[in-house]
């Protein structure tokens, strides 16, 4: 294995010496894009250290919080650019920049440098010897998450020492039609400045398949190849690059018998994307006659166009963070309701399921700061429906929009990240005094009330389902936190990403018997997660009894195409002797011969 990685690490020259030369790296995102390249410069910006006298350090403060404020604003003008990026670009961006903008808010970074700063120190080397010291705090825990946040107090420290300094950063509104953008490492604040109609792909050392640029690259589209050792300091400005998103290879100045393949490749993938927009007003139906719901998930109100474009027959997830974000303000019920009841209208009968707050961990908020606080491990701590417990206000306006809204067409109520029954029937007394609140105010309620799911994302919740079935309305299986959960793996963390498998027995298993118990109980189950709009596990799921599956809208077409030419009943042959398996690989050999042969 290491002898692969290090021929991989090597450009291989193919030609003359200025000829083509061939790069090899992860393909994250794919599609083949031709154009010119753009070199982001990396480098830190210098930083000067000197001592400022004691009549100086009130100036010296007031200059920090001048460059901590212009920060706060580049980032909420950023979130506001993000937020015209399809899919889940807009949501993966949001998150990071929410986090970024909470260090800046009374932090112990802002905190630590206002310290140096009476202490004599200049702000630009205050800022510097502050972020390198938390980072490398963040960095000797003994935990891969913590220590995978220390990158964002980098890029935060970054962001202050630019603005100190008068460093601008990298803009890319000037570039030309199609370039490809090349740099060491592409941030989230890089990604957001990015024009997609003028971006054809992007090209980086560093990153992998689970990295906030590959998951931002495959929703925008964007042909895009990571890990390229060697990439920089062969590639300039202007150089013609092409880029294999697919087969993760990078060609610089590519020979015409490439571009000629390239070319021939894009074709190919042109005629597929016309093939596959004539299943648009098709039924997702077996080949032996069974039908299977194919849903959207909604990370932006504006994406519902999209969705119904690609022939979701509803909105299966609806991520309700959108509410929360890009503000300072929390989002009251009436407002909340007017959202939910304008996509209700758009839907035009199509059910909705909508999710409750789910924030925490990775996902933040800059509007909810004052509530989230801190946590030596976020992703085990306050969030998703333990912050909306403990907050009931959050809770109760959100459940009452709902309801209201459920009045105007078909909406489902999604809890997630539920662990236990207690979290249940809290959920429903709340619920309870929120009807009565609505009745006494003389506002019209639904009759019967909307269902009410729970999101089957740990591994508790999936041992503990045949208890969950008996007083909940549906189940919705996550599969992404449940992988991670289940196998203690953060998918975003490069040193460990490889191990994330959702076809690991154990990870199955929780699937199988959370959809068991919800057949058993007669309730939906549907499956949200990433593994939903991947065709490749289309035939396990539904062989395990899924008959409901919500995805990206983009996914919606290929998982249609899958569901037509398979036989249920041999898919039902396949998912039994893959749950005879103890081998993650051999699993997957399973999976995949009978994908290419049936």
């Not at 206000?393 to 997630?416: D, F, K, N, V, Y």
């Amino acid at each position: 294995m290491k002898a692969e990685r290090e021929r991989a690490a090597r450009p291989r020259k193919r030609g003359p010496a200025k000829g083509e030369l061939v790069f090899e790296g992860l393909g994250v995102s794919p599609g083949i894009a031709v154009g010119p390249a753009h070199v982001v410069e990396g480098g830190s910006v210098h930083v000067p250290e000197y001592r400022i006298e004691p009549d100086q350090i009130e100036a010296e403060r007031a200059r920090f919080s001048a460059a901590v404020a212009k920060a706060q604003k580049q980032l909420v003008k950023l979130k506001g650019k993000s937020a015209n990026l399809p899919g889940t670009a807009a949501e993966e961006i949001g998150f990071l920049l929410d986090a970024h903008l909470q260090m800046l808010t009374g932090s112990r970074v802002v905190r630590g440098v206002e310290k140096l700063i009476e202490e004599g120190l200049n702000a630009e080397a205050a800022v510097q010897a502050e972020i390198s010291k938390v980072a490398q705090d963040f960095a000797a825990l003994d935990d891969a998450y913590m220590a995978a946040r220390a990158q964002d107090i980098r890029e935060v420290g970054d962001r202050l020492i630019r603005n100190l300094t008068q460093t601008p950063y990298e803009a890319f509104s000037h570039l030309s039609p199609g370039s490809i953008i090349v740099g060491e490492e592409l941030t989230p604040a890089d990604t957001a400045l990015m024009n997609p109609e003028l971006v054809g792909g992007l090209a980086a050392v560093l990153g992998g398949a689970e990295s906030h640029t590959a998951i931002m690259a495959r929703s925008l589209g964007l042909p895009a190849v990571l890990g390229v050792a060697g990439l920089i300091g062969n590639v300039r400005s202007g150089d013609v690059i092409a880029i294999d998103g697919d087969g993760g290879r990078i060609y610089l100045n590519p020979s015409t018998k490439t571009l000629a393949q390239l070319k021939t490749r894009q074709a190919e993938d042109e005629r597929e994307e016309k093939q596959l927009s004539r299943l648009k007003k098709l039924p997702a139906i077996t080949r032996d006659g069974i039908a299977i719901g194919l849903q959207a998930n909604l990370e932006l109100p504006r994406e519902l166009d999209m969705a119904m474009d690609a022939g979701a027959e509803g909105v299966g997830l609806l991520r309700t963070e959108f509410l929360y974000m890009n503000r300072d303000d929390l989002p009251d019920e009436d407002e909340q309701y007017k959202i939910y009841v304008e996509l209700i209208e758009g839907l035009s009968g199509r059910p909705i399921t909508a999710r409750t707050l789910d924030v925490g961990a990775d996902k933040l908020a800059y509007s909810l700061a004052a509530h989230l606080g801190g946590g030596i491990n976020p992703a085990l701590g306050l969030r998703a429906i333990r912050l909306s417990l403990r907050e009931r206000s959050l809770l109760e306006a959100q459940l009452a929009a709902m309801i209201r809204a459920g009045a105007h067409g078909p909406l489902r109520i999604l809890l997630p990240m539920i662990s236990t029954l207690i979290e249940i029937r809290q959920v429903r007394e709340v619920l309870d005094r929120v009807v009565r609140r609505l009745h006494r105010r003389r506002v019209k309620v639904p009759d019967p009330l909307p269902p009410i799911g729970v999101m089957i994302e740990v591994p508790g919740a999936a041992l503990s389902a045949d208890a969950f079935a008996q007083i909940v309305d549906f189940f919705a299986i996550g599969t992404n936190d449940l992988t991670m959960y289940t196998l203690a793996i953060d998918r975003g963390e490069e040193q460990v990403a490889h191990l994330y498998n959702p076809l690991h027995p154990a990870v199955l298993r929780l699937i199988q018997f959370a959809t068991e118990a919800a057949l058993r109980a007669r309730i939906p189950v549907s499956v949200c997660g990433e593994i939903a709009g991947d065709p490749r596990y289309t035939p396990l799921l539904l062989g395990l009894g899924i008959r409901e599956l919500s995805m990206a809208a983009t996914a919606l077409p290929r998982v249609k195409q899958r569901i037509r030419d398979l036989d249920l009943v041999a898919a039902t042959r396949c998912a039994s002797t893959i749950m005879d398996q103890s081998d993650p690989g051999r699993i997957a050999a399973l999976l995949d011969d009978f994908n290419t042969l049936a």
